[in-house]
């Protein structure tokens, strides 16, 4: 079955410091691959997505996140972290059918904490 | 250009109370989903539309059942809430069911049973 694995629950990271968020995948085929935010309170918004080519996809924010199929991961990463940048981190793929997780499935998130 | 829209932002049910959550999207998207969010558990999926006039059962879909209203609109209703379903909701749309372009989502309902 089709799954994502987001190995660290909570992270913290001083501001100004580099971060990598780490994210494997479970799945047969060429998947697409996602990272979500969702700042407190909030829903979520997609940062970046990578559907086929160059391994190494820019995002919004200043992220980036890098396929590497050998792995089956597509880890999260930003040069420094700032403050605002505090917030859960849900790493997903996407299917090219339904079915009874959708055509989506999330990982279970990570909460990003900053230290000043 | 508002998106996916949600109401209510909050609710506060007693147990046994039933409720609509309603949600519209303006992107003329094909595709609709419900999940519930629950601490430690990430997103589940309870309910979701292929297209206008079809809908399927996710992966927590007892105790909820949805309606597609139209292309715009896709409601989940709670008959009998209980303690269990406390938690907060999330709709999302997308262009079509593959999952190639991601999901947009709603700011969420959190609802309360007491």
């Known amino acids: 079955a089709q799954s994502v694995t987001q190995p660290d629950i909570h992270i913290t990271v001083s501001e100004g410091a580099s971060l990598e968020l780490r994210c494997n995948y479970s799945?047969?085929?060429?998947?697409?691959l996602f990272w979500y935010v969702q700042s407190p309170g909030q829903g979520l918004q997609l940062l970046l997505k990578y559907f086929s080519g160059d391994t190494l996809v820019q995002g919004i924010k200043g992220f980036e996140a890098e396929f590497k199929r050998s792995q089956s991961s597509f880890n999260l990463r930003k040069p420094s972290v700032h403050w605002s940048d505090a917030a859960e981190y849900f790493c997903?793929?996407?299917?090219?059918?339904?079915?009874?997780?959708?055509?989506?499935?999330f990982g279970k998130g990570t909460k990003l904490s900053v230290k000043p | 250009n508002a998106g996916v829209t949600q109401t209510p932002k909050f609710q506060v049910l007693k147990t046994g109370q039933s409720m609509t959550l309603q949600c519209a999207q303006d992107m003329n998207h094909n595709s609709m989903y419900w999940y519930r969010q629950d601490p430690g558990m990430g997103l589940r999926l309870i309910y979701y539309?292929?297209?206008?006039?079809?809908?399927d059962k996710g992966e927590v879909p007892n105790g909820y059942n949805v309606s597609r209203l139209n292309k715009r609109e896709f409601s989940l209703r709670l008959e009998s809430a209980a303690p269990s379903q406390t938690s907060v909701y999330f709709c999302a749309s997308s262009e079509h069911l593959r999952g190639d372009y991601g999901y947009t989502f709603g700011s969420g309902t959190r609802l309360t049973v007491v």
């Open positions: 799945y047969g085929a060429t998947p697409y």
């Open positions: 539309s292929a297209s206008e006039g079809t809908t």
């Open positions: 997903a793929v996407g299917m090219n059918y339904g079915g009874s997780q959708g055509n989506l499935i």
